[in-house]
């Protein structure tokens, strides 16, 4: 460790010898020669400290481009300092006549399944379940868009972030730029030791497009890591915007620790992305999603996933650095797709002294009222195609038939009107039952072992944490073993070929308590993110939508945004892999 009077870079954060070329600004702060040098593309790096000058702002409004400027060539906005208030968003697009239309999506699909359909007439049934499934419907046709979106992505330049690392973030961005239309609107905040707000919420047209990556171009690395100062500012955003379009999100990329606040800093966190911090007259403050993404091997994967499971986001590993654009891509391929927004599922007990006795609905908030008579599931938003299934365990008395009324209810990001889906769950009642009647189908059953599978992870992640890495392993290893052995992996399920392997990755990850540190955490984690939300992330070398087979959680429309990522990369990634290769 550093004597006090050691000084210390604040680009690299290493020690400064007296034998080394150095600077020290009038405020005190030092820097190798060669670092700033490398970091700082300015006319004289030395004639001001870089942490305390200004930082390029892409706030102002866009000049308006004349026909003769290609877009290959645009005008660079003036650089103005961040205004007081965020309010200083782009109009939102107003839809034309001719796109506009009433007669909105395909309705969401709900399927009903009690484990089974024939129970005996004098049988009570003291634990019996209902699976109930959501499918979301396809894109529009007319234009293969979800609703539009409001993306702030917070991204970390400490110095940390130097060389490779950077250039690959910033590819995955201007390709995130790319993709979004001029309805959608982005904002982009970088963090180091401090936060700042480098372009404001904007269109991205042609001319936002180029002055966005104008903004992710000029980022550069520098002192340390203030997770706590970004996601304030990237809140900020979208707390305080004039307008709003329906989809609001933030994509938060750390490879660091917070390192500028005390532990435990999640108190000093907007209600907006963390809850638990909303004060009595705060209860209906907006909740944005946190989808964040944890990038090498020394970032903060608790600190990350608590964030993002607080805030309804998904948390990501990304193992290899030049897999960031893959990640990227599914990502912003769900939420380019959404088509239903505040879905919620109201259940009631179709007969007298039928029971809701539990909801194990995973991220998803869930209750049972009145003596388990009634019973809520808050889904939130569906992208196109994208599934969902939720357990509904009940207690039924002898001769009840009626078991479940389902009542469906969400907004249509096409016709913006609300709709509401009716349906009911029913057995049947007969003397004597067969056999064949009295096994659980296979639909239940694999959705038994996916909850099985969910909870060994989250309980091997705490005993790991914990430092019981064998204990982790063993029960891991338990709980494949009872996977396997169930009727749905006997029967060749695909979701169970699935789960075991996800669950062998993960107890392969926690071979020692060094490996569970580097790797092994936040693939579990990421885990736990995937299964608690029922949606794909990517962990470790796997980006979600990339597997060519089997993929649970992945839908159509991030599948389809992985392989559009993976066909630039082709051409584009490798010379920067190869520019400044990872130790």
Not at 20 to 37: L, V
Not at 316 to 330: N, R
């Amino acid at each position: 460790m550093a004597s006090p009077a050691t000084k210390i870079c604040s680009i690299c954060l290493g020690s400064i010898n007296t034998s080394q070329g150095s600077f020290t600004a009038t405020c005190h702060h030092s820097f190798h020669f060669i670092c700033i040098t490398n970091t700082f593309a300015i006319p004289n790096p030395f004639s001001i400290c870089p942490l305390c000058q200004p930082l390029p702002n892409y706030n102002a409004p866009l000049p308006n481009v004349p026909p003769s400027v290609p877009p290959s060539a645009p005008q660079i906005p003036k650089l103005e300092p961040e205004p007081a208030q965020f309010s200083d968003d782009d109009p939102l697009l107003e839809p034309s006549s001719t796109t506009t239309t009433t007669d909105g999506l395909e309705k969401v699909t709900i399927n009903a399944v009690p484990e089974r359909d024939v129970l005996a007439a004098s049988e009570s049934a003291p634990q019996f379940t209902v699976l109930i499934g959501l499918k979301a419907p396809p894109l529009p046709a007319s234009s293969q868009r979800g609703a539009p979106v409001d993306l702030v992505t917070v991204l970390d330049v400490s110095g940390s972030m130097k060389g490779t690392k950077l250039d690959l973030v910033k590819r995955a961005v201007n390709f995130v730029i790319d993709e979004l239309g001029p309805s959608d609107r982005l904002s982009i905040v970088s963090f180091s030791h401090q936060a700042w707000r480098i372009f404001r919420l904007t269109r991205m047209t042609e001319a936002g497009r180029a002055s966005a990556k104008l903004a992710v171009n000029s980022l550069v690395v520098i002192g340390n890591t203030n997770i706590v100062e970004g996601l304030k500012k990237g809140a900020r955003v979208l707390e305080e915007r004039s307008h709003k379009n329906p989809v609001a999100s933030i994509v938060f990329l750390s490879d660091g620790i917070e390192n500028c606040n005390p532990r435990p800093f999640f108190h000093l966190l907007p209600p907006s992305i963390y809850p638990a911090n909303r004060l009595p007259h705060q209860q209906e403050i907006e909740l944005f999603p946190v989808h964040a993404f944890g990038f090498g091997t020394d970032h903060d994967a608790v600190t990350m996933h608590a964030i993002s499971d607080a805030s309804g986001g998904t948390f990501s590993f990304i193992e290899s650095y030049e897999m960031v654009q893959g990640a990227f891509a599914s990502c912003i391929g769900g939420l380019l797709s959404v088509v239903t927004q505040g879905l919620r599922l109201s259940l009631r007990s179709g007969s007298n002294g039928v029971v809701m006795k539990s909801i194990p609905s995973g991220r998803y908030p869930s209750e049972i009222a009145d003596h388990g008579s009634k019973g809520t599931i808050h889904v939130g938003d569906l992208y196109a195609d994208e599934e969902k299934e939720f357990l509904i365990n009940l207690s039924i008395p002898i001769r009840k038939t009626s078991l479940l009324d389902i009542v469906c209810s969400y907004i249509d990001v096409v016709s913006e009107k609300e709709t509401v889906e009716i349906e009911s769950v029913e057995i049947r009642r007969a003397r004597k039952v067969s056999p064949s009647d009295t096994k659980v189908k296979l639909e239940v059953d694999r959705q038994r072992n996916r909850l099985h599978a969910a909870e060994s992870i989250a309980e091997a992640q705490k005993m790991a944490e914990s430092g019981d890495v064998t204990g982790a392993r063993d029960l891991l290893a338990k709980g494949r073993t009872d996977i396997l052995g169930s009727s749905s992996a006997q029967a060749g399920d695909d979701m169970c070929v699935w789960l075991e392997e996800d669950m062998k990755e993960t107890e392969r990850r926690m071979g020692s308590a060094e490996q569970y540190n580097k790797e092994g955490r936040a693939y579990a984690l990421s885990g736990m993110s995937s299964h608690g939300a029922q949606r794909a992330t990517t962990k470790g070398k796997k980006v979600a939508g990339a597997e060519r087979r089997y993929s649970p959680y992945s839908t159509k429309s991030m599948a389809l945004m992985v392989v559009k990522a993976e066909q630039l990369s082709d051409d584009e990634t490798e010379p920067i892999i190869k520019k400044e290769p990872e130790n």
